[in-house]
């Protein structure tokens, strides 16, 4: 787990200075978050938070099994609403992840 949050943190150094340039930020500064494994990390994008998982997925060699067996993992939310979410496969669908499907992914 340390080795994932690690390359994480890389990740967030990078492309931590221009988040205020590329979001539109409230007073309250509503940042998209994704939940990676019960962590709010602060996201771009949806490509953005994509690819946040599939490094937390691959630095912690985690099966399907674990990933869902964690709720509300992989939950999109601006402010604290939550929108849509990332499947262990990286795709971005609307809504939480609450097993109801049909689902419409998110295509970006």
């Not at 943190?9 to 492309?15: A, C, E, L, P, R």
């Not at 937390?56 to 674990?66: K, L, R, V």
């Not at 992989?74 to 990286?90: D, E, L, Q, T, W």
Request: hydrophobic share 45%; glycine share 8%; net charge positive.
């Amino acid at each position: 787990m340390i080795q994932w949050f690690a390359e994480l943190k890389n990740i967030i150094d990078i492309t931590g200075r221009q988040l205020k340039q590329r979001f539109n930020v409230t007073e309250r500064g509503n940042f998209m978050k994704v939940n990676i494994f019960g962590k709010w990390v602060r996201c771009m994008n949806f490509a953005h938070a994509s690819a946040l998982v599939n490094v937390f997925i691959a630095s912690s060699n985690m099966g399907s099994n674990e990933w869902y067996s964690k709720p509300g993992t992989g939950n999109i939310v601006i402010g604290k609403s939550a929108f849509a979410h990332v499947s262990y496969n990286g795709r971005v669908w609307e809504g939480i992840d609450d097993n109801i499907v049909p689902r419409k992914e998110i295509v970006f």
